[in-house]
Each structure stands twice: as structure tokens, then as C-alpha cells.
């Protein structure tokens, strides 16, 4: 009968709920504390988001049944402007939108017209993703439930940032920061289409004269300044004359709108096309030199000033461009100008081995460039740029930097040009493209008399350092991504003028930026249980009241008075904090690296004792639907609360799970949920027919498989410490299949009735195991097994204190012959009527066992072999059959070293009795004969064809006729 997977999920939902199943205080147990980024409420959750909140739950689920006191709570991220921005939208009557939300996310009309308040649509989706949660069986505590916005959580937000700010951890400063000049806000990843982190970086401007004008170009390569030839204008883009704080500048107009959010004084003057400026010349700012302004197509007004210092003998652009308006590739340049631009050679600057005097020739060669629209000039460029900048010195024409490394003389330069007063600094953001979720493209702006966090703080970062040094991170690759992000990080406003939080507090213009309120809520899972019970009142949450809580500063008769609570409520709010803290493990995509996870650490070190700092992070990678990227344009987007009531829940969390390790994108597709519920459904009947934990049986393949399931328990924990879940589940799924066929055929070649046991005993390891990944079902399954209790309270299988490796040895001796038996019938196509076999003499055997001894200590020469086997009595028969020790240590060592280790610890074995003994029924079933079965040294065997000499141990030798 198919499975009411609906049905299930809801049998066992409503009896974890009832049970009070997964509400954790603390208690005598050891503890682990799991937290997974809270959500931002802004639309529902589809299967994407589904992945890090299941493999949350699975590592709850998990550490509840290694016997630990598990907290897994959640909570909903208000904070900031991308709900403000849907509000607004919807007040605007924004079409697309509306129709999105009715058409993809099935909110009703009435709701609808309420979402013209922000807090409207929060609430709704909260409730709508909470619902998704508690759908997908997630084991998360309740009563801990919070929003940014409750006034709780905000005394909580005011105490970190007056602790911040008392740290000096908050600066006020002039800083540059990402920003929306249609919002006047600053933006980070949480505000930008797509999710971009703004990220900028500092370019040099240097100023040319053009009589009392200044042409001036923007390089991150001041060092070149002394390579110079000429100057690159776009004749196509109108340029601008403007006042620039007094001076008079000429730059394209992007230029101009970028520079005043830079805090310059622009005042414009007039239009000047560029096909005017062809011709001119230019001073040098640092010497008498004359350079030409000619004409480029790569020159984008976008780009610094929209105009390019030209460096041709190290920049491929410059060269290939003066290379084409000489061979006449160029149009519209006139013949007096062509003449003028065939006088201009290159200038060598830097040295670097592996490439001649003219670096960017020899590249364009090597790469077959021909005109300046190659893409490949990229790659050139970047090459040389990268080598040039790690291994480059300065030549003798360049003054009193001559001979330094690039590497480090790039401030040099820097300073002395701004000391001639020649220069300028230019922000730029370097990602591509970085737009507002208000649709407007993102400028960089210098802020002014704005509240930072001060990540640049060396002492922080060292801190914050030391701290992901004693991190568990999985997966560790990550590591160095965290390091280096920490490395770049730098001052970060933390104030926003617009969205839903909390004001900071000393300066009520301003809130709590979204990034910067939701870094040590964790620690307020703790005490949010008091808060939702009414035990605590927001109003009476001081600082003071946080500094016992978290460091048991003050006298707590004092704090509890002004609380307004019993001292000993207070000292309970306290324990609870020190129970559960630290965090043990805190899982997140890996788009929150480079912010909410560095933040996360930064903020944990700042507030907190380093006996309270976090112990783990998880990163985890997206999910893609077919093997294509999940996109509302795509129209492939599922809401999880859809695809639960489709699929089931349990059916989507595995096919989650099993496509990918943490890091991989995992691949959500139809065919795997068929699979996986066809799966599970053939599990569960199995677990309607052994639904008897009988009296188990002593015959050898009911202790091997006892033995297999002792590995199969010590493989999947393993897997399951290092939160390798798509291996685990394997292992759980399939990784016993073939083991269980094996049994299966021996039982009924035997014509067993009493495997009822074992089997009930391999399910239920089975199911335990599994319960972790697929709740309901497990419980199902868990209960059709006959167990009384509950599957998510049982605890974790224990592995047997000693496998049988002799038991294993044989099995696998059993099934090689078996195998062996069934390629020679297949080869040459006979119908056995004789199957004969020949275990190999007793000498050998003791060889095989020296060898194998001999190779696990890492010796493989076959003559040190032969030596001492022929030394010794009981293996001196091994001069009349030298090539026996070339075939046996070719067997042992195309082997794995796992399979060698169980063949030395089964020791020898008496391959004539169990063939004897437990191959015959075998035969018997598969062939319908007699099997017989000589020893090699038996003197009356049966051996027409000379065979037994061949036999090996592990590897008899057989006939067939
Ligand atoms: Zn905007």
C-alpha cells in the first residue's frame, strides 16, 4: 500500500508537539547549543532555503540521540530596508510584485492590501515560513521564538551597542561606504539586487595640465606615471569641463556624479566633446614632458575620469591601441596625427624575469591579439599586472625609485605625488555592477560624521583571529576565506536612516543596521523564554541587567530589585545563559561569509569571554532545481510549504541532502524524490514483516552480518561527526543492500524461518540512523518495529565492542568463490553437472599470512620473500613453487589496506571446513548439485585437469565440468 507521507507527518508532528518533544531546558546532561541564521521574513521559504535549516535540524536530531541536552531555536530577522522597500512598492501599486505575491506565493488579496505596512508583510511571511518550519518536522524550541522589533530585543540591541561604543568599537569617522543615492542610505549585501556585497577600491588620480586646465586620469598603478606616452580620450563621449574645489577639470560626466558623493565641490562649466581634445598635449604633473591626447575605443566614461594615461610597454590596451592607429586599423585619424603617434615608443619601466624589455609586446605576440577589441587583452592584462606587481623592479628611468620591487613601492610613489600636490584619491566600486533594491546603481560615498564598526581595529582583528584558530569549521577549506576576509575588513557603518529595528541609542536619527543587530542574538535565545512568558519585562531590561546575565557583574539583589523580578528568577536567567552558552554550532549559507559569519566572531569576541565563544561554524552551498539556478525569472521556484504537501516532507529533506556535501551545490530534482520515496516505502514494509524482535541465530552469517552492522554503525558516525551527510545517508540508504542480499541468499540456501531477528535488529539499527534525516518516517518505520518509545529519543547505535573479522573472511571467501563459480559458467557457457573445489595446502596458507604481515609493514621486494619463506620449515616447500609468492603478493596488494588490516587480525582460516560446510547449500540452490571440495594435499581428490596445485588461500582453485 502506498504511503499517506501527509498523513505521517502529521501523526508524529502532533505527538513530538504534544510531548513537548524538542523544548530544552537545562539539565544535567552535557549540552549542545545548534543556531541557524534566522530568516529574514520578506517572502516564504522555498526548497533553497530548506537545505541549511535542514542540515541544522539533522545535526540537532543527531547530537539529541548521541545523549547531549540539544537547543535548536529560531527567531526572525525584521531588521533593515528590503521590507520597507515591498511596502513602498505596494503602495506604489507596483504590478509585478502584487503578482508575485498573489500568483507565486498565494497571498490572499485582503492581505495584500494590508502590506502597505512594512510590519505587515513581515508578520505574514513569519507566520508563513514558521508554518514551513514546523511542516518540514524541524525540532526547534518555541518558546524562544523572537523578532528583532519586540521591545526586549531591543533593550538587548541598545546594551550591545552602548557596550560597542564604551570599547571604543563604535567610531564616529569619515569613511567610504557603498550607498544608494536614491535612499541617501548606505547599503550592504541585505540591500542590493542579487545579494552583492559593495566593495570598492582606492584608485590614484593624477593630474596632467592643459594650459590652466587639468586632464586627470585615475590609475591603480602610480609606478607607470614614469612609462607614460600619451593620453587615451574616447572621441564619442561628451566630456565635461567643471570646477572641481577650484580647479578646472575636464572628465566624463560619470566621473563628475561620482566625485561629489566623494565630498568635491563640483561646479560645471561646459560640454567639451572629446573629438575635440584629440591633438592637444598635456604636461607631465612631475616633469617638463609633453604627452599627446589621440584617440581609443577601450576608454569607457564609466571608468575613474574617462581618460587613460597610456603606458604601451606595460599595458596591453595602451600598446595594441598605438600598434593599431599605426598600421592604419585605426579610422578617422588623420595622416599629421598618424605621424605624430608613429614617433611614440614605448618606455620599459620594470623589469621582470620571463618576460624582454617590452612586456606587453611580448604578450600580445604570445597570445595572437591583433586589435584592441580582443577580449584576450583582459587576460594580458591581468597577467602581466599580477606578475609584474609580485616580481617586477623599477628601471633606472625612474628616478629615485630605481631598482625597488613594485610590490612595495606602490605607496611610495603614491605619497610623493600628492606631496607635489599633482594628485587625488578616487573611490570605485570594483564589483561590476551593484544595484539598490530600489532599482538605483550604488555609488561609493564618503560619509561623514558617521557611526562605524571599527573592523579595521588591529586589536579586534587579532582577537577574532585567535578565535577561528580554535574554531571547528566545516568544511575546514573554508578556513582561509574566513582569514582573509577578516585580513581585508575594514571601518563598516553600522547606521541606516531608513527600515524596521532599533534606534541607536545615542543617536536617535539614526537605527541599527541589519547587519550589525544580528550577530549575538544567539544569546538571547537564552533568556527569550523569560521574555515570552511575561517572567521579564521589557521595560525593566537594563544594562545592568545584561551584565549580570552575560558576565555576573553587579549585585544581583540591586539588579533583580530594579528588574523587577525575584533574585532568584535573575540568577535562573543567568544560568540558563551560562548553560547554554557557548554556541556549539552555527550553520549558514555560504553567501554570509564574507559579513554575517566574520560579523558573528568579530562581535562574540568583542562582548563576550572567550570561554563564551563560538566552537563551530557550518557553511553550507545553494540548491539548484535540475541543475539549473533557482530565480523567480526562471519560474523555477518551489515554496517549500508546497512541496511538502506534494512530496512530503521527509522525501524533500533527503533529496536535499543526498545530492551534495556541504560546500557542493546540491541538485533538488523529481527523479531523486521518486527514488527516495520508493526507497523509504520498501523499508517500511520490511519493517511490517520483521516487526518481531526474535531470539537471534548463532549460524556464521548471522554473526558476519552483526559484524557488517557494527562497521556500517562506525562508518555512518564518523561520517556524521565531520557533517558529511550525503555520505552518511549512503551508507544508511544503500550501503547495506548488497551485505543483506548475501544474508538473504545463505538464510534461504538454508531454508532458514528464524532471521526474523537479525533482521529486526539491522532495521532497527537502520531506522535509528536514519531518523535524523527523515523524522516522521523513522517514527513510522520505528513503530511498525514493535518499539514503544519514540525513534528521535532512542539513542544512537553503539558500534559491537569487537567485530568478528574471521566471520567477515569467510563470508567474503564464500562470495569471491560464489562469484568465481558464476563468471567461469558465464565464460564458457556450460550447465555444471561437477562443481569441484580445491583449497590450497596448509604451507601455503602460512606464506600468505607472512606476506601479508610483511606488506603491512611496508616490505614488497619478492625476493627478501622467497628468502625467508624458504628459511623457515613450515614454508620451504615454496622453492618448488616460486611463482605461488609473485601471485600472492599481487593478490594482497590489490587490495585495500582496510581489507589487509581484517585478513591479519582474522588470521588463518580453515577454508576446506567452511566451504564444506557453507557453500554446499549454495551450490545446492543456485545449481542443483553436489558440491565437492578436496584439499590440494588430499591424496585420493578427484583432479583430472592438474587444477589443485593453483589453489591460493582466498583464492581456490576450481573445476567445472
Ligand atoms: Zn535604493
Not at 204 to 215: D, R, Y
Not at 490 to 505: D, F, N, S, W, Y
Not at 547 to 556: K, P, R, T
Not at 719 to 740: A, N, P
Request: proline letters at 5%; a neutral charge; one cysteine or more.
Amino acid at each position: 500500500m502506498e504511503l499517506n507521507w501527509n498523513q505521517i507527518d502529521d501523526k508524529w508532528r502532533s505527538r513530538w508537539y504534544n510531548a513537548k518533544h524538542f523544548e530544552t531546558d537545562p539539565n544535567d546532561k552535557p549540552k549542545k547549543f545548534i543556531t541557524v541564521a534566522y530568516p529574514y521574513p520578506n517572502s516564504p521559504q522555498h526548497i533553497g532555503h530548506g537545505r541549511t535549516y535542514t542540515l541544522a535540524d539533522v545535526h540537532a536530531r543527531y547530537y539529541r540521540m548521541k545523549g547531549y541536552n540539544v537547543l535548536f531555536p529560531m527567531g526572525f530577522h525584521y531588521t533593515g530596508t528590503p521590507i520597507l522597500g515591498m511596502s513602498k512598492r505596494v503602495q506604489a501599486n507596483d504590478v509585478e510584485l502584487i503578482e508575485a505575491f498573489k500568483n507565486l506565493y498565494n497571498v490572499p488579496e485582503e492581505k495584500i492590501k494590508e502590506f502597505v505596512d512594512p510590519v505587515k508583510i513581515a508578520d505574514y511571511f513569519h507566520e508563513e515560513i514558521k508554518a514551513g518550519m514546523i511542516e518540514m518536522g524541524y525540532s526547534i524550541d518555541w518558546r524562544r521564538e523572537f523578532t528583532t522589533i519586540i521591545p526586549a530585543y531591543q533593550k538587548f540591541i541598545e546594551w550591545q551597542f552602548r557596550s560597542l561604543k564604551q570599547k571604543n568599537l563604535i567610531v564616529q569617522g569619515n569613511h567610504p561606504v557603498g550607498w544608494c543615492p536614491n535612499d541617501q542610505n548606505p547599503v550592504s549585501q541585505h540591500d542590493t539586487l542579487g545579494d552583492v556585497e559593495p566593495d570598492f577600491t582606492e584608485y590614484i588620480v593624477i593630474k596632467f595640465n592643459m594650459g590652466h586646465e587639468i586632464i586627470p586620469v585615475a590609475t591603480l598603478r602610480p609606478e607607470t606615471l614614469f612609462g607614460v606616452t600619451n593620453l587615451w580620450i574616447n572621441p564619442k563621449i561628451v566630456y565635461k569641463k567643471v570646477k572641481v574645489d577650484g580647479e578646472t577639470w575636464i572628465i566624463s560626466a560619470e566621473c563628475a556624479y561620482k566625485l561629489e558623493f566623494l565630498n568635491k565641490k563640483i561646479e560645471f562649466i561646459s560640454d567639451i566633446p572629446g573629438s575635440e581634445l584629440i591633438g592637444k598635449k598635456v604636461t607631465s604633473p612631475t616633469s617638463e614632458d609633453e604627452f599627446l591626447i589621440i584617440p581609443a575605443s577601450f576608454v569607457t566614461a564609466s571608468t575613474g575620469t574617462g581618460i587613460v594615461m597610456s603606458v604601451p610597454a606595460h599595458a596591453p590596451y595602451d600598446f595594441q591601441a598605438l600598434e593599431d592607429i599605426k598600421n592604419g586599423n585605426q579610422k578617422n585619424i588623420s595622416d599629421s596625427l598618424r605621424s605624430e603617434v608613429e614617433k611614440i615608443q614605448p618606455v620599459a619601466i620594470i623589469t621582470t624575469n620571463g618576460f624582454g624589455k617590452i612586456p606587453a609586446q611580448d604578450v600580445i605576440k604570445r597570445m595572437g591579439i591583433t586589435n584592441q577589441s580582443d577580449p584576450k587583452l583582459e587576460d594580458a592584462t591581468k597577467e602581466i599586472y599580477s606578475k609584474e606587481f609580485y616580481e617586477g623592479k623599477l628601471n633606472s628611468n625612474t628616478g629615485k625609485f630605481a631598482g625597488k620591487k613594485i610590490t612595495f613601492v606602490k605607496e611610495e610613489v603614491k605619497e610623493w605625488i600628492s606631496k607635489t600636490g599633482k594628485s587625488d584619491i578616487m573611490l570605485e566600486l570594483t564589483n561590476e555592477s551593484v544595484k539598490c533594491r530600489c532599482g538605483t546603481e550604488c555609488v561609493v560615498k564618503l560619509l561623514n560624521n558617521q557611526w562605524f564598526l571599527d573592523y579595521a581595529n588591529k586589536e579586534w582583528k587579532k582577537k577574532a583571529h585567535d578565535c577561528f584558530e580554535s574554531m571547528n569549521i566545516l568544511p575546514n577549506d573554508i578556513r582561509t576565506e574566513f582569514l582573509n576576509v577578516l585580513d581585508w575588513l575594514r571601518e563598516r557603518a553600522c547606521a541606516r536612516q531608513h527600515g524596521l529595528g532599533t534606534k541607536i541609542p545615542w543617536d536617535s536619527d539614526w537605527l541599527v543596521e541589519s547587519l550589525a543587530d544580528s550577530v549575538i542574538y544567539m544569546s538571547f535565545y537564552t533568556m527569550a523564554k523569560f521574555v515570552n512568558s511575561g517572567e521579564i519585562l521589557a521595560e525593566n531590561m537594563s544594562d545592568e541587567f545584561f551584565n549580570y546575565v552575560f558576565y555576573g557583574n553587579g549585585d544581583s539583589n540591586a539588579i533583580a530589585n530594579g528588574a523587577k523580578i525575584t533574585t532568584g528568577k535573575l540568577e535562573e536567567i543567568r544560568k540558563e545563559f551560562l548553560y547554554f552558552y557557548p554556541v556549539d554550532s552555527r550553520h549558514s549559507g555560504r553567501d554570509l561569509v564574507p559579513n554575517h559569519l566574520t560579523f558573528f566572531v568579530l562581535n562574540h569576541v568583542a562582548l563576550f569571554p572567550k570561554e563564551n565563544w563560538p566552537k563551530e561554524i557550518v557553511v553550507n552551498g545553494s540548491v539548484l532545481m535540475d541543475g539549473k539556478k533557482m530565480s523567480k525569472s526562471m519560474g523555477n521556484i518551489i515554496p517549500l510549504r508546497n512541496a511538502v504537501k506534494t512530496y512530503g516532507a521527509d522525501p524533500i529533506r533527503l533529496s536535499i541532502l543526498i545530492s551534495a556535501e556541504l560546500l557542493q551545490d546540491a541538485d533538488f530534482n523529481i527523479e531523486s524524490v521518486s527514488g527516495i520515496k520508493n526507497k523509504l516505502q520498501s523499508m517500511h514494509d520490511e519493517c511490517i514483516k520483521f516487526n518481531s524482535p526474535e531470539k537471534i541465530g548463532t549460524e556464521p552469517e548471522d554473526v558476519w552480518i552483526q559484524s557488517r552492522l557494527s562497521k556500517l554503525i562506525s562508518e555512518v558516525t564518523d561520517s556524521m561527526e565531520k557533517m558529511r551527510l550525503r555520505e552518511s545517508l549512503h551508507h544508511i540508504l544503500y550501503g547495506f543492500d548488497s551485505d543483506l542480499q548475501w544474508y538473504m541468499k545463505r538464510a534461504n540456501a538454508k531454508n532458514r524461518d528464524n532471521i526474523s531477528g537479525v533482521l529486526n535488529k539491522v532495521l532497527t539499527t537502520r531506522i535509528s540512523m536514519l531518523s535524523p534525516f527523515a523524522p516522521h518516517i523513522a517514527e513510522e518505520m520505528w513503530e511498525k518495529l514493535g518499539h514503544s518509545k519514540m525513534v528521535s529519543k532512542s539513542s544512537w547505535p553503539k558500534e559491537e565492542a569487537q567485530t568478528d573479522d574471521r566471520a567477515i573472511q569467510n563470508e567474503s571467501l564464500l562470495s569471491s568463490v560464489m562469484n568465481d563459480i558464476s563468471n567461469i559458467t558465464k565464460v564458457t557457457k556450460i550447465t555444471p553437472k561437477k562443481i569441484i573445489i580445491y583449497t590450497a595446502d596448509n604451507w601455503k596458507s602460512k606464506a600468505y599470512h607472512k606476506i601479508l604481515s610483511g606488506v603491512i609493514s611496508g616490505e614488497t621486494n619478492i625476493g627478501t620473500f622467497i628468502k625467508e619463506l624458504i628459511s623457515q620449515k613450515e614454508t620451504e616447500t615454496v622453492k618448488k613453487d616460486p611463482d605461488f609468492v609473485k601471485k600472492t603478493l599481487k593478490d594482497i596488494l590489490s587490495e585495500p589496506t582496510e581489507l589487509r588490516k581484517t585478513k591479519m587480525q582474522a588470521g588463518e582460516i580453515d577454508e576446506t571446513e567452511i566451504i564444506s560446510n557453507e557453500l554446499s547449500s549454495l551450490i545446492e540452490t543456485d545449481y542443483r548439485i553436489k558440491l565437492q571440495v578436496f584439499s590440494e594435499n588430499d591424496s585420493k581428490k578427484y583432479d583430472p585437469k592438474n587444477k589443485a596445485r593453483m589453489a591460493r588461500p582466498y583464492k581456490p582453485a576450481i573445476l567445472i565440468e
